[in-house]
């Protein structure tokens, strides 16, 4: 093994340098999927929950599968806050008040 080694300290030494740029890389890819995942997390929660006050479904199951990917890549926590709000809303819009309809009359 020794022997090996000996003989082939360059190419070795390639190849290490080579991993190392390839996992500096993938972490790399790794926070960047995850900062624009929680960018469009913080994006559903700042149009449904802050503007509209519902969450459609279709906006709902797209959002699992996007917290799910984000979860899984060690998200933080503010994600997982936004996430659960988002969750928590109605799927339709409220209804407006009857008073509110009298006055549109």
């Known amino acids: 093994m020794i022997e090996f ?3 082939n ?3 070795l030494s390639v190849l290490a340098g080579a991993l ?3 996992y500096a890389q993938l972490i790399a890819m790794k926070k960047g999927i995850c900062a624009m995942l929680r ?7 700042n149009k449904y929950h802050e503007e509209r006050g519902y969450c459609p479904i279709y906006v709902k ?4 599968d996007e917290y799910q990917q984000y979860h899984a890549l060690k998200g933080n926590g503010v994600g997982t806050n936004l ?6 809303l109605p799927t339709e819009p ?12």
């Open 39 to 45: 960018a469009d997390i913080i994006r559903l929660y």
């Open 94 to 105: 409220p209804k407006e008040r009857e008073d509110e309809k009298e006055c549109m009359i």
């Open 9 to 11: 300290w360059k190419l």
């Open 20 to 22: 190392g740029y390839m």
């Open 83 to 88: 996430y659960e709000a988002l969750m928590a």
């Open 5 to 7: 080694i000996t003989e």
């Open 61 to 64: 199951q797209a959002l699992e």
